[in-house]
């Protein structure tokens, strides 16, 4: 058995495979709270509007958002970035190549992504992102298919409010 602290450093690592330059992203990591890693091939991460999750989670409030994301996609990684609104699944490298979700986009090969360093878990005076799940260990992703069911049920509850809301005007 694993500790935490243990399958952190071991995700710690095998992300930073990803940057350009491990020193660099180590100390951006250090200094910043977030290091520039690229996606496309360990993994790619899915960007879903806050407003689609919420919706899904039915609430906004951060614990219990964490825990619902953490059912939903089964423990897979989850960042959340406070100053875009957005929340990042990451999944595996080959996702973006077909991925197909209205609201959402899936950033792979050629995209560059600030990811908050593995052990902010709440949000941080240092940056704006930090993990609402954290990685397990090494390669532990989310699966497409639940990534873009969270999404597409989100979105569905969104047009639905919005419908209500509409009826409601009229």
């Known amino acids: 058995m694993h500790t935490r602290q243990e399958r952190e450093a071991a995700?710690?690592?095998?992300?930073l495979i990803s940057a350009r330059d491990a020193a660099t992203a180590r100390s951006d990591w250090k200094n910043y709270?977030?290091?520039?890693?690229?996606?496309?091939?360990?993994?790619?991460?899915?960007?879903?509007?806050?407003?689609?999750?919420h919706a899904a989670a039915g609430t906004a409030d951060r614990p219990a958002v964490a825990d619902f994301l953490a059912t939903a996609l089964d423990g897979g990684p989850v960042f959340y970035d406070g100053g875009g609104q957005q929340y990042y699944a990451l999944t595996p490298g080959s996702a973006a190549r077909t991925w197909n979700v209205p609201d959402t986009e899936c950033l792979g090969s050629d995209h560059f992504l600030?990811?908050?360093?593995?052990?902010?878990?709440?949000?941080?005076?240092?940056?704006?992102?930090?993990?609402?799940?954290?990685?397990?260990?090494?390669?532990?992703?989310?699966?497409?298919?639940?990534?873009?069911?969270?999404?597409?049920?989100?979105?569905?509850?969104v047009a639905q409010q919005q419908s209500e809301e509409a009826t409601a005007r009229a």
């Open 33 to 53: 709270g977030v290091a520039l890693l690229r996606c496309g091939a360990l993994f790619s991460a899915v960007r879903i509007p806050a407003i689609l999750v």
């Open 11 to 15: 995700a710690r690592t095998w992300l």
């Open 114 to 157: 600030g990811i908050p360093a593995t052990d902010i878990t709440a949000p941080d005076p240092r940056c704006a992102a930090y993990w609402c799940v954290p990685m397990d260990g090494p390669g532990t992703l989310c699966m497409p298919a639940a990534v873009a069911h969270l999404a597409r049920h989100g979105r569905h509850l």
